[in-house]
Structure formats: structure tokens, C-alpha cells
């Protein structure tokens, strides 16, 4: 099936920098693609949907000035998480779709110390 | 989003038994279902989906049924293994593929 793939697999920052995460369509072309973030024994919550060449689509409730999403290119995304603090230290995952299925990245543990 | 949710958080079955994991979606114009596993620190693997024009669709081991009466979803796992043992999530497909995931059952498998 197809692959998708996130880098850092995990990243420590301090509070206030920033991060970035990038998500990569490995065998296929995702003009869509899907940020989620998970907290410990909690389920996935979809943040926002990148668009290639456009904005994304922020879900109710997440900072877009916060949470900067850039789809570049066909087979990447990236989300910068911006001024961390440590309630930001979360699990980030992403998705793309294929052929009407939806492949998930491993996922990017983010601590923020 | 929409809501979707499970109605038990965990689940311990025996090596070899059966397993049935429930879930309620509450959004009735939701056409595209996808049962997910995921293991601890890792991302949600897929493992079955079915959409709304169907009511039961079988897998390898697994079976997921849909009763679109009363909005609600199951998964059964046949002859359960400990490699099974993972958090399971249902997923709702809303529109554009953007997913809801509902709460999660954490599945233990006993030797």
C-alpha cells in the first residue's frame, strides 16, 4: 500500500521556539493531506486540511497563527508548530489519501520543555 | 467536528476467543467508515472500512457491521491473538475524507 512518512519521528524544544514537522506522500501525490493531534490515551483530532497551492482549513478552535501548515508540493506538507509552550507537547500525525483510501504517517512526538 | 463514540473503553479477552468492539457515530449523512488499530507510539494502521450502502463487510479475522438505524458500528475480531492487543478507533468520514475519530477501546489480549 502506499507510505507515508513524518520527520522528526520525535524533537524536544524549549518554550518558545518553534518546530517543524513535515509529512511526505512516498509513493503517490496527495493534493490533500490531513494534520491530527493526539494526547496521551486520547483519540486523534483532526486539526486542519493542507491544500496544495492554497490555504489550509483550520478545524474549530485551532490557531492558525499558531499552527502554520505549507503545502508546498504534491508529496509535502509541513506544520510548524510557532512560540511552543509546553501544553503543545503532543503526538502529530498526519494522513494523505490514495485511491480513496487514507494512509496514516507514523507520527511526531513533540515535548516542550 | 461530529461525535464519535465508543461505548467501552477497554476490553480483555482471552487468547482464541472472539472480540466485538462497539462504536456510535451520531451523524446520519456520514457515507465511508474505517476501523483503525493503533499500537502505543505509533501511528493508526488501517484495518477494515465499509461504506454506508453496505451492512457487513469481512476482512481477514475480521468482520466490521454497520446499522445505520441506530448509528452504530462494530468490529469483531475472530480467534483474537496477543499481537492484537492495540487501542482500536472508528473513524467517520465526513466529507472531503476529512475523519472523526471516536474515543478508542483499548483491547488486551490474555495469554
Known amino acids: 500500500g502506499a507510505v507515508v512518512s513524518q520527520h522528526p519521528s520525535w524533537v524536544i524544544c524549549k518554550s518558545g521556539t518553534s518546530v517543524k514537522i513535515e509529512c511526505r506522500s512516498l509513493?503517490?501525490?496527495?493534493?490533500?493531506m490531513f494534520w491530527y493531534r493526539q494526547f496521551p490515551k486520547q483519540s486523534l483530532m483532526l486539526m486542519a486540511t493542507s491544500n496544495e497551492g492554497s490555504k489550509a482549513t483550520y478545524e474549530q478552535g485551532v490557531e492558525k497563527d499558531k499552527f502554520l501548515i505549507n503545502h508546498a508540493s504534491l508529496t509535502l506538507s509541513t506544520l510548524t508548530v510557532t512560540s511552543a509552550h509546553p501544553e503543545d507537547s503532543s503526538f502529530y500525525i498526519c494522513?494523505?489519501?490514495?485511491?480513496?483510501?487514507?494512509?496514516f504517517g507514523p507520527g511526531t512526538r513533540l515535548t516542550v520543555t | 467536528g461530529e461525535s464519535v463514540g465508543l461505548h467501552l473503553p477497554t476490553l480483555s479477552v482471552q487468547e482464541g476467543d472472539n472480540s466485538i468492539i462497539n462504536c456510535a457515530y451520531s451523524n446520519s449523512a456520514s457515507d465511508y467508515f474505517i476501523w483503525y488499530k493503533q499500537e502505543s507510539g505509533k501511528g493508526p494502521q488501517f484495518i477494515i472500512d465499509i461504506r454506508s450502502n453496505m451492512d457487513k463487510r469481512q476482512g481477514q479475522r475480521v468482520t466490521v457491521l454497520l446499522n445505520k438505524t441506530v448509528k452504530h458500528l462494530s468490529l469483531q475480531i475472530a480467534a483474537t491473538q496477543p499481537g492484537d492487543s492495540a487501542v482500536y478507533f472508528c473513524a467517520e468520514n465526513m466529507n472531503f475524507n476529512k475523519f472523526y475519530f471516536g474515543s478508542g477501546t483499548k483491547l488486551n489480549v490474555k495469554p
Open positions: 494522513s494523505a489519501g490514495d485511491r480513496g483510501e487514507q494512509y
Open positions: 509513493d503517490f501525490q496527495a493534493t490533500t
